[in-house]
Nanobody, 121 residues
Framework: QVQLVESGGGLVQAGGSLRLSCAAS????????MGWFRQAPGKQRELVAN???????NYADSVKGRFTISRDNAKNTVVLQMSSLKPEDTAVYYC???????????????WGQGTQVTVSS
């Protein structure tokens, strides 16, 4: 089994900063992709930022220049540093990882429990 443990989040005023961290543990052969999604009330879950297969980094247009994703491969951890936060960034943020258990097996998607980020105006 694989677990994604998230930390960070909370309440911040517009213009402030927050840091989200996610650590993957368990039976992991390879992490193909890892990053963060978010879901605001009444909206679909959307990609915020991630490291995709091959090492490329993806960001939602709405967060480019404000959010930075980083990783520690040795610890299977990703960190999302969020700056210049806006009220529209308010959402539940979910860590996601696409993981192979063993060579030759298809990868599976795993999700964290979600952490609330609220930005007040």
């Amino acid at each position: 089994q694989v677990q994604l443990v998230e930390s960070g989040g909370g309440l911040v005023q517009a213009g402030g900063s927050l840091r989200l961290s996610c650590a993957a543990s368990g039976r992991i052969f390879r992490i193909n992709a890892m990053g963060w999604f978010r879901q605001a009330p009444g909206k679909q879950r959307e990609l915020v930022a991630n490291f995709a297969n091959g090492g490329s980094t993806n960001y939602a247009d709405s967060v480019k220049g404000r959010f930075t994703i980083s990783r520690d491969n040795a610890k299977n951890t990703v960190v999302l540093q969020m700056s210049s936060l806006k009220p529209e960034d308010t959402a539940v943020y979910y860590c996601n990882a696409r993981i192979n258990f063993a060579p030759g097996l298809a990868a599976s998607d795993y999700w964290g429990q979600g952490t609330q980020v609220t930005v007040s105006s």
